[in-house]
């Protein structure tokens, strides 16, 4: 199946219902690839887990792991809550299991919490699952980890580009989005519900009781049968 959030697209395959090909980095890339292969940024695969409804695994499109995925997890929230027929999901990740539900402004993800690693004068790094460096100025690749680029941004609104490792620069990215927020409110000196607006569109965060709330439409594309050659 391929689904979208904010331009952000993935490639998903459940092993939770499919019997699956080894998963190598030349599969992955290729299955990834925009002219070869279906072509996404992340390609998210389903398996089985004991306390959640399902743990998913995120590879960026050069075949490396991620460890968390704003966007993938709502697109997946959307999927599970379809399938199963229920109101609300929990989908685990290597470190965290988040619940994702539907609201009326779209898919709301549980992201749990993110923590601040550095505070410079022009970036401050986030932690939240994968790495980010959000940027307010004088932004420069940081391979290390994902990068977000500020533009413009008050206690209301923020404006973003983004680079993800493995994966270049993409329409939109769920947990820079998150890392966007709290980079603004260690900056501002408050928390306050923010719009982060990205080139692929834009997505809705909240704190809640400690914990981040993403909030924003996902589309369905097709599904199919993908023939490895």
């Not at 279906?38 to 499109?61: R, S």
């Not at 940027?135 to 420069?140: D, L």
């Not at 206690?155 to 270049?168: L, Q």
Request: proline content about 3%; charged content about 20%; overall charge negative.
């Amino acid at each position: 199946m391929k689904m979208q959030a904010q331009g952000n697209d993935f490639v998903i395959l459940n092993a939770m219902i499919d019997t699956l090909p080894e998963l190598t980095q030349t599969f992955i890339t290729k299955i990834c690839h925009r002219h070869i292969g279906i072509g996404c940024d992340q390609l998210l695969v389903l398996q089985p887990h004991d306390t959640a409804d399902a743990l998913m695994l995120i590879y960026n499109a050069d075949g490396s792991k991620a460890a968390n995925c704003g966007n993938g997890l709502r697109c997946i929230g959307d999927l599970l809550m379809k399938q199963l027929k229920q109101d609300e999901v929990s989908i685990a990740l290597p470190d965290r299991i988040v619940t994702a539900k539907q609201t009326d402004k779209g898919i709301a993800v549980v992201m749990g919490n993110a923590d601040i690693e550095d505070v410079a004068e022009d970036y401050t790094d986030v932690l939240i699952g994968n790495p980010h460096r959000v940027y307010f100025k004088h932004a420069q690749v940081c391979p290390e980890r994902n990068v977000e680029i500020i533009s413009d941004y008050d206690e209301n609104h923020v404006d973003i580009r983004i680079i993800e490792r493995g994966a270049g620069e993409t329409l939109a990215c769920g947990s820079g989005a998150c890392a966007t927020a709290v980079a603004v409110w260690q900056k501002l000196g408050r928390v306050s519900p923010l719009i982060i607006q990205m080139p692929g569109g834009n997505v809705h965060v909240h704190q809640a009781d400690g914990q981040l709330i993403l909030t924003g439409m996902v589309t369905y594309v097709f599904d199919g049968q993908y023939v490895c050659a």
